[in-house]
């Protein structure tokens, strides 16, 4: 298994190429900035060549989706039965679930911009402000190793809070 890497799922069929290559550039971004490599079905469909039939292209993309870690599915995943087809076979093959849903809401919630603490990743050691803080169905996700579960608050001049200094809410 590719670790880190993450395959983008949505809407493809009967949808215009240039809305395509926004929507798929849009989501492979996200997947960017989650600290993780994307891995579009549109360069999938690229290395397979041209003039090949739907299912060809489908089964090209779940072979390399099978060694993604990730698999992030677009709002227009719904609407799309080869996205279905994929989170099946991501659930399948235990491919992490990401949405674009949840990210968007996560994004527009009004305290989003004016949290400014900074926090550290147990797990790679990165620091950073906790706006950067990705929340995936509620679980607080790295921005740089995408793991959960590992992150500390930090003082503002960037010292460690001790456990003492943890509130209960903060408390896990
Ligand atoms: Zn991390």
């Excluded at 069929?13 to 600290?35: A, C, H, N």
């Excluded at 305290?111 to 679980?139: A, M, T, W």
Aim: with cysteine; hydrophobic share 35%; proline share 2%.
């Amino acid at each position: 298994m590719n670790s880190k890497t993450c395959f983008v799922s949505g809407l493809m069929k009967d949808v215009d190429e240039d809305m395509i290559r926004l929507t798929f550039g849009e989501g492979s971004k996200q997947v960017e900035s989650l600290g993780l490599i994307p891995i579009s079905p549109l360069n999938v469909a690229h290395a397979v060549g041209e003039n090949k039939t739907r299912e060809e292209y489908l089964a090209a993309g779940l072979i390399e989706l099978e060694q993604c870690e990730y698999i992030y599915m677009l709002r227009s995943w719904e609407r799309s039965e080869g996205a279905r087809l994929e989170l099946e076979y991501a659930r399948l093959k235990y491919v992490k679930v990401l949405w674009q849903s949840a990210l968007d809401q996560y994004k527009q919630k009004p305290e989003f911009r004016k949290q400014s603490r900074r926090v550290k990743c147990e797990q790679c050691n990165s620091v950073f402000d906790e706006s950067r803080i990705i929340y995936l169905n509620g679980v607080e996700h790295c921005p740089v190793c995408a793991h959960t579960d590992a992150l500390l608050q930090l003082h503002e001049d960037g010292s460690e809070y001790k456990e003492s200094e943890f509130t209960k809410k903060e408390a896990r």
